[in-house]
Structure formats: C-alpha cells, structure tokens
C-alpha cells in the first residue's frame, strides 16, 4: 500500500472480513487497502455481493453477527491524534463516541434508517445531545440550522413530523443532517441514491458534494452506478468477491482501465448510452398503416376529493390527468418521469388492476376487432390478462417464498387450465430455457437465486401464457449495471422471437433510451412530451423533459452532464 500521507483521514490497511457459517468460513473482504484524504472523495465500486457494504460498516465497527474483522487496521485521524478503530471494543464506549461524532453515516433506505415513532426534529436533536455539550434549546437550534442547510423548507414545522409525512427526497436529506449533525471528519454514503429518481439524485449529490465541500470533509462513497462515479468522484476503488481488483484516479479508471472487471463495468454502463433496437425494426413498427394494439384516451384516476376536511372541500389527487398515448404492434414504448408522476398508475389502468375515473383503454384483440379494457367484467378481464402481462419492480417480493420455481411459472397455465402433468412440467423447462436459466432449477425455491435469475424467473412467469403486450414496472432497477443490460438484451430477444409489445415504465433514462422505440414523459399525472426516444433522449423540448435528462449522470468524469443540468422552476 501507499504510503500514509498527512491529507489522509482515514486509512485502511490490510483489511479482512470473516463470515463464520454452519458449513465453514465466507470470506467477505480480503486484504482491502485504501485511503481517504480530506475534502475527496472515494468511490468504491462494484456489484451486490462485492463487499462494498460491509467494508464501510467495518470502519464504524458495526459489522453485523457472525461477522468479524479477522486482520488489519483502520486509522483515524482526528483530534491530533491517531485512532486505531480495531482495537476498539465495537459494544464499548469509546468506539460509540467516535460513531456519529467523528465518522457519519448516510443509510441506503432513509425510511428504515429513520424511526416512525418520533419526530424528526427529536431524532435529529438526539444525535446533537448525546455527542455534544449542548443543552436541549441548543440543540434544537442546530437542528433548525441543519434542516436549513440541507434545504427543508419551514424547518420548524417540518422538526414536528414523522418519517411518513416526508418525501423519498425528503428523508434522505433528513438522513444527511443527522449525519452531519456533529461535523464528522469522515461521512460515508452508502448508496444514498440508489432509491431516489434522477432529479432528486441529482440534488442530493449537489448537496452532499457542497457540504463536503464548506466542511473539508473525506467521503467514502459507495454505489455500482459509474454515472453517479464519473460526476462526483476523486478517486475510485473497485471491488470484486470481497478484493479491490483496480484502484486510481477517476480519470484513469475511466478512460485507461486496466482490469477485465473494471472494463466490463463501464462496457455495461456506456452500452446503455445508445439505442439497441436497429433502425429497421423501428422502422417496421412506424408504418403507417399498422393500428394501435392499444389506444389510450383522456385516461384519469383521481383519489379522494368530495369530501370535508377541517370545514373544506378536500381537493381530488389527480394521480393520472386527461392522459392520450398509443401503442403499435411490436413496439417498446418508455414511461418516464419522477417518482410521484403517475407512471405506475397508469401501468396499473392499462392492465385494469385499479378501475379509471375517467376515459377508454381501447385494446385491439387478435381478430382486428377493439374492446374497451375499463368496462369489461370479470371473465373478460381474465382473457384480457392472458394476453397483457405484467413484470414488477422487485425480483424478491414478486416471488412467492413458498413456491417452486415450477409452482411459480406454472401458475398461470394451471389457473387457465391450459397444462398440467407431465406437459406443465415440460412447458415450464421450455420457459426457463427461454429466459437462460437450467430447466433442472425447476424445484429449487427463489432464496437460492441471485436478483438477476429472480427477475429472469419473473419474466418466465409473464411468458407463461404466449402474451401479445408486457407491461414492465421499473423491471430492471433493482439490479446491478451489468446484470440490467443482461435482462433488457433477454427482453429484446424474447421480443424479437414472439413478436411482442412493451410499456417499459422506468425513471432510469439510460435504460429506456436503450430499449425503447418512443417514449412518454409524465409530470403531475400528464403526460408532457412524447416522441422518439433518441429525440426525447438527446434534445427533449419541455422544460421537464430537459430537466429530467440533464440530471442523468454522464459516465465521463471529463464532461460532467450534472454540473450543467436544467433546473425546472417549482411554480
């Protein structure tokens, strides 16, 4: 390792991570070695299973049972004084002085970092009492000062509300304060993003980076997002099966990578910068005289409204308002915008899981001939949902623990009675195969399969019954960069194969400009702009459109797209 230099706060050397199991010893992290120097900021990189997460843990001494730190040393310098982290009992005194005080940490999942029972004026002051000497006035003073700082308006009244009363955005930046609560000399942020839509990302990075900026602090940041490395990163550290395989300059890890793994991940991430789909096919899908298989017109759902509330009429919640869009045979048409804007809603009027407020889902059956999705009854819907199926967002809780993977699959076909038996069985293997995954892994339970195969389990559900439209709810962003391309280039061949439909509802930009054909932009409940997705990618014309791309991170540290992004007007 390098040598030790005096801008460096943090040092890691040698570091090693033992999981003691019932069948033996996992070897999380081995031999980790790094630095992180004041007011820059470390990127480690990788994919889920990598030991990104629990290499941070291990510098706050809170690695969770049966782990344990089985060699090398994590210094801290602060005070004037070096601080051997190892040596520290992780239940002792010492250690929890240090937590918070000295080393801040900002949680992935701000809901289930924050209690629901407390206010978050009081958890915030919480933090303040127990690690400085300030008395309770005080604190809540530096409190307001710290809401303030990281832009929550009305901090007083916002001080008095739960968790649940606060935006995604909102409880992220709730989850920052605390973290900056007592000025740490080391702020690690543990995929603080990985939840939030593009703008807001955007917004928290900003953040982040210009608090560390006024406060000199060191950040370790982690993520498996190379966009979110090349806007906001000084130094990059790669991990693979618990070893940094590739560590450097943010410029030389990404424009003279020197191991295959490092390469593949960029490979990943640029390859979502351009559009899969050949200019043929998309061609053939823009003919004019091919007919909409679905036409959607003036759809609404409103909630609520028509009631009283404190002596006032409560106004309706216009989720999806007055909203028009067509879909051809053959095409991939992107559902885009934050999270808030309706995209799922609509997904879920197209498939009539939720019943409209307002206008037609007209879907033109197999014989030319168009029925009206909103009014069909009971037994209609059940041959309208044999042929539109549907992939979800969570590749674990989409999955019933319960079930085989051939129960799972099966399912659709045994409900329909459409196999059983010994052909059910053979129908199931030819899905599997289909989607890449061993028909021999029929009888095996989903916990034994990683996100990716969980998602590809998923889609063989949604095959099972030969659908002509799949409606994919933010299908792909639960899962790594490498393993996302895999499942977009699955859905692509399976297209190609079957002659499907897609309505890909994502606030992932590179991912839709990847796989779609067109492309609709939702922002309140409306649709703002629609077009072709290279266009609407490249140079949209609303002004939410343009701010929703210019948030996107560009996976080049030499041309930042955040520094320049378009911020739309609240108003």
């Known amino acids: 390792m390098e040598n030790r230099d005096q801008d460096s706060v943090m040092s890691v050397e040698g570091l090693s991570l033992d999981f003691k199991l019932r069948k033996g010893i996992f070897h999380a992290v081995r031999d980790v070695s790094f630095q992180i120097r004041r007011g820059q900021t470390l990127c480690l990189v990788g994919e889920s299973g990598s030991g990104k997460s629990v290499t941070a843990r291990s510098l706050m001494q809170i690695v969770d049972s049966p782990g344990r730190i089985a060699q090398g040393r994590i210094t801290l310098r602060a005070d004037g004084r070096e601080i051997d982290i190892t040596a520290l009992d992780p239940k002792g005194k010492e250690v929890r002085k240090l937590r ?129 490395v090349a806007e906001v990163a000084d130094e990059v550290a790669v991990m693979r099966y618990g070893r940094i395989v590739e560590h450097g300059s943010v410029d030389k890890i990404f424009h003279a990578p020197e191991h295959p793994y490092t390469r593949q991940l960029l490979d990943a991430t640029l390859k979502l910068e351009q559009n899969a789909r050949p200019a043929t096919e998309a061609a053939e899908v823009a003919a004019p005289d091919l007919k909409p298989i679905i036409s959607v017109r003036n759809l609404a759902k409103h909630y609520g409204g028509g009631r009283k509330l404190l002596g006032k009429d409560a106004p309706a919640i216009r989720a999806v308002d007055d909203v028009s869009l067509d879909l051809m045979p053959g095409e991939n048409l992107g559902i885009v915008g934050e999270s808030g804007s309706g995209k799922t809603t609509l997904g879920r009027l197209i498939m009539r899981i939720i019943d409209p407020t307002a206008g037609t889902i007209l879907y033109r059956q197999k014989d030319g001939s168009e029925v009206d999705v909103a009014a069909l009854d009971k037994a209609q819907l059940r041959a309208y949902h044999a042929e539109v199926r549907m ?96 499942i977009l280039d699955l859905l692509l061949d399976v297209q190609r194969r079957l002659g499907l439909s897609f309505i890909f509802i994502s606030h992932d930009i590179s991912v839709v400009r990847y796989f779609c054909d067109r492309v609709a932009v939702m922002h309140r409940g409306k649709v703002v702009e629609q077009g072709e997705a290279a266009r609407i990618c490249v140079a949209p014309e609303h002004p939410y459109s343009q701010a929703l791309i210019s948030a996107v991170p560009n996976p080049d540290p030499r041309n930042k797209r955040m520094l320049q992004r378009v911020r739309l007007n609240a108003s």
Do not use: W
Not at 198 to 220: C, F, N, P, S, Y
């Open 100 to 228: 918070g005080a000295k080393i801040g940490l900002i949680f992935q999942e701000p809901m289930s970092a924050l209690s629901p029972f407390h206010t978050i004026g009081n958890q915030i002051d919480e933090v303040t009492l127990i690690h400085t000497d300030l008395d309770a006035k005080a604190a809540r003073q530096r409190t307001l000062e710290l809401l303030r700082q990281v832009e929550i308006a009305n901090p007083e009244q916002m001080a008095e509300r739960y968790a649940f009363e606060y935006s995604g955005g909102m409880r992220q930046r709730v989850c920052i304060a605390m973290a900056l609560a007592c000025n740490p000399d080391v702020l690690i942020a543990d995929e603080p993003t990985t939840a939030l839509d593009v703008t807001t990302q955007a917004e928290i990075l900003d953040l982040v980076k210009r608090l560390q900026t006024e406060r000199g602090m060191a950040m370790l940041l982690i993520t498996h997002d190379m966009g979110i």
């Open 391 to 486: 992939i979800f967002q969570d590749p674990f809780a989409s999955l019933n623990p319960r079930m085989t993977v051939k129960q799972i699959v099966g399912d659709p076909l045994y409900v329909n009675k459409l196999a059983g038996g010994r052909a059910l069985e053979e129908k199931v293997a030819e899905l599997l195969d289909m989607v890449g995954l061993e028909p021999s892994m029929m009888d095996r339970y989903p916990h034994a399969f990683s996100g990716g195969q969980r998602q590809r389990i998923g889609i063989a559900r949604a095959l099972a019954l030969n659908p002509r439209v799949i409606i994919a709810d933010e299908a792909t962003s639960a899962l790594d960069v490498s393993i996302r391309s895999q």
